[in-house]
């Protein structure tokens, strides 16, 4: 899944994060109460701030939870005891779906 986030940010909003993961709002905040690796600051309001390293947990949560059919707990198990190994794979995986996106754009303007 690609993210569409400004990249010149340091912090997003919680409305932003959620619909770059066409997501509710309510899920982010439930996520960020069951995952440990999750951790946005709260402005003085409260508001949660999220940061590029939470973005990339939160696709890797998308990642596991949505598009892998874990359950919470299958997927707190899984980043506990893979947590390295699994960030490097989401990895790897992005970035080739980032270029297989451009070679179809190459190859849709041929």
């Given at each position: 899944m690609h993210i569409d986030l400004p990249s010149e940010k340091l912090y997003y909003s919680i409305g932003e994060i959620a619909v770059a993961f066409d997501v509710n709002a309510s899920l982010i905040r439930f996520w960020d109460?069951?995952?440990?690796i999750l951790k946005p600051k709260k402005n003085a309001k409260g508001n949660r701030m999220f940061t590029k390293e939470d973005v990339?947990?939160?696709?890797?949560i998308y990642h596991?939870?949505?598009?892998?059919g874990f359950t919470l707990d299958g997927a707190k198990t899984y980043l506990k005891d893979n947590q390295k190994k699994t960030l490097e794979n989401f990895e790897i995986i992005h970035k080739l779906e980032t270029i297989k996106a451009e070679l179809l754009k190459i190859k849709n303007q041929l």
């Open positions: 109460k069951e995952f440990d990339k947990n939160l696709q890797l596991l939870v949505k598009e892998r």
